[in-house]
């Protein structure tokens, strides 16, 4: 494969020293050897950055970068900045890869001449796998914009029938992007929630040829590790409600032919999206008056309106159409209930 750089893997750091080395050390063990480790010290408040720094001068495939604490988004950005290879890939830094996984997205990126080549990835805890999710489309290379439409539109959300999410994953560390694609797009991450889902929208609308590949080489870590998903405070529902602003943005921005297949998923999206956000103040140190507070401001939410409006509720499972009606309503202590009766409480 010679002597450039064939990947350059992406490694965002923060707070997360217990399982730094065993991230670096499943990337130093890649079969792909022409591989560059960029590793971005977000600002870490812990030893992340020494221990990154020391990996420096141990391995001249590994770079640090360090920054302003700043978010995963733009700390994805600052690696993307000095990254050298022909394609790049993204990695958790609480996560971890099995061996051959960039030789793999690299040799079907090359043979497909793929502008985004995706895998599949496995759920993890405590050396148990506690699920394996195959990527759909694994096997397929999908060539112009009518092909490759099928995958995009499930990034936006699931279809009304479906009980839980689309089984497409949204999530770049199971990708690698031709990094001239990417300059050339001027791709990069958008400083809001679920900032994966843009970016593989915006890619796969720019992409002449994504490719897919079997298996689930990517180990994702499930093991109560602090998580953004995880915490809420008042700052959780304004980042919730840019979420959807940043969605609905991005559905204006479909062509007319892909628009109608789009909608219907981005609808389902907010309202999923409201009910984690809801389910995060059901589960708040709150008092019951401030939360009845916090809920009646999510239904009431413009671009919830705009979701609920014409939505064929009726094909979704029984438990969520429920809950769809409640918010429709805007009956707040309602919602608030359902998902309290679905924790068993």
Same mark, same amino acid.
């Given at each position: 494969m010679g002597s450039a750089i064939a990947f350059s893997v992406i490694v965002p @750091?923060?707070?997360?020293?217990?399982?730094?080395?065993?991230?670096v050390e499943s990337l130093r063990r890649q079969t792909l050897k022409n591989i560059e480790i960029i590793l971005v010290d977000d600002g870490s408040p812990d030893d992340c950055g020494a221990i990154a720094d020391a990996y420096a001068?141990?391995?001249?495939r590994?770079?640090?970068v360090h920054r302003d604490n700043g978010g995963l988004g733009p700390a994805r950005n600052s690696? @993307?900045?000095v990254a050298r290879g022909e394609y790049v890939g993204f990695v958790d830094s609480d996560d971890w890869v099995e061996p051959d996984m960039f030789e793999r997205l690299y040799k079907t990126a090359v043979e497909a001449k793929a502008d985004v080549v995706f895998t599949g990835f496995k759920n993890v805890s405590h050396g148990n796998v506690l699920r394996t999710w195959e990527h759909p489309f694994a096997g397929r290379v999908l060539r112009g914009q009518e092909e490759i439409l099928p995958l995009r539109a499930a990034f936006y959300g699931a279809p009304p029938t479906n009980i839980s999410d689309d089984p497409t994953p949204v999530s770049v560390w199971i990708a690698g992007y031709r990094r001239a694609f990417l300059d050339l797009n001027g791709l990069i991450f958008l400083n809001v929630r679920s900032e994966d889902k843009f970016f593989n929208t915006y890619a796969c609308r720019a992409a002449a040829v994504v490719a897919c590949i079997s298996g689930t080489p990517y180990c994702y870590r499930k093991e109560n590790q602090p998580s953004i998903t995880t915490t809420f405070n008042r700052k959780t529902i304004n980042s919730f409600f840019e979420l959807f602003e940043a969605l609905e943005q991005l559905l204006a921005e479909e062509s007319e032919e892909s628009w109608a297949l789009c909608h219907v998923r981005e609808q389902r999206c907010v309202v999923d999206y409201c009910r984690v956000l809801l389910g995060m103040i059901e589960k708040s140190h709150e008092d019951g008056l401030v939360k009845i507070t916090y809920a009646e401001e999510v239904v009431k939410n413009p671009a919830l309106r705009r979701a609920c409006k014409g939505y064929p509720w009726w094909k979704l499972p029984i438990q969520q159409a429920l809950f769809f009606l409640a918010l429709k309503a805007m009956l707040p202590a309602l919602a608030l209930s359902l998902l309290r009766l679905k924790r068993g409480r």
């Open positions: @750091m923060y707070n997360v020293e217990m399982y730094l080395r065993d991230c001068l141990e391995d001249k590994v770079r640090v690696g @993307m900045q």
